[in-house]
């Protein structure tokens, strides 16, 4: 762990230029490309991490360039993602309805959940396909750039204390059961059925520098995009759309839609609400 290092106060606003030099340093040390990120969001979370050591930005540059213990730390930090189970519920009904028959007809699916965070959306898709009978030859890939999230994803272990949203959740996506039904209670947290797990596969992949790994059925990146520049966003769009089959679908974040004509132009519109996308074959 870090030691918190006590700094004169009256610590400055980090600047463009600070902001710059932090991401060339990663990349130069850790050989992480940070630099087509949203600056706003990278500001946001690096001036957290300044407030959460009590560093300067002097500080936080030599801790990176001489600590690889806190750059792990700062990397969880900086990639973080809030997510929770069935998130968006009315987004689950629009894939019920405008997605799943087409998915039914194929004999074997592969869906790749990318920035899959702490897995909890991974494990809701999981739930939901059990629910509309497809889970049994369905295989579901959660990715991250974020180590951490990756082990609490493979873990499927919880704090109870947000089984009551996710409960509301999962009723109002048009669960046929009880969510209870999925995990079972170990103390304030629960962990996922082994059944689920079973189908499931969580592992770190960076979706800026990495390259496509299998051909999908579905592949689904909410609230990813937000955090990255439009020209990272139409690199990552394109890495998707390669990553899927013909006819493949893409399901993006509320927040997130496909920008570029070229791109545009590869899809099919599904659900504009819902940003849900049909590779055109």
């Given amino acids: 762990m870090v030691k918190q290092i006590n700094e004169e106060p009256g610590r400055s606003d980090i600047t463009l230029a600070d902001l710059e030099e932090l991401m060339t340093i990663i990349y130069h040390v850790h050989g992480f490309d940070f630099s087509s990120y949203s600056r706003a969001s990278l500001k946001r979370r690096v001036m957290r991490i300044l407030t959460r050591y009590n560093f300067t930005v002097f500080t936080l540059k030599s801790e990176l360039v001489n600590n690889h213990i806190f750059f792990q730390e700062f990397l969880n930090e900086i990639t973080v993602n809030v997510t929770e189970m069935f998130r968006d519920s009315l987004f689950y009904k629009a894939v019920a309805q405008k997605v799943l028959p087409y998915l039914s007809s194929y004999p074997n699916l592969r869906i790749w959940n990318a920035g899959c965070s702490t897995g909890q959306e991974t494990y809701s898709f999981a739930i939901f396909l059990e629910e509309h009978q497809l889970l049994s030859r369905s295989f579901l890939y959660g990715t991250d750039i974020n180590t951490k999230v990756i082990e609490t994803a493979k873990e499927g272990i919880y704090p109870a204390v947000n089984l009551k949203t996710y409960s509301h959740n999962y009723l109002h996506a048009g669960g046929k059961h009880s969510l209870s039904d999925y995990y079972y209670a170990a103390y304030d947290h629960v962990i996922i059925n ?88």
């Fill in 194 to 281: 082994k059944e689920l797990k079973s189908k499931t596969l969580f592992s770190v992949h960076n979706l800026v520098s990495d390259n496509v790994f299998n051909e999908f059925q579905l592949v689904v990146c909410r609230n990813v995009l937000i955090y990255f520049d439009p020209g990272l966003q139409d690199h990552v769009i394109n890495l998707l759309y390669n990553s899927l089959c013909p006819l493949g679908f893409l399901c993006l974040g509320s927040k997130e839609t496909i920008r570029s004509e070229i791109l545009t132009a590869k899809f099919r519109v599904i659900d504009a609400r819902h940003k849900i996308y049909q590779k055109i074959a």
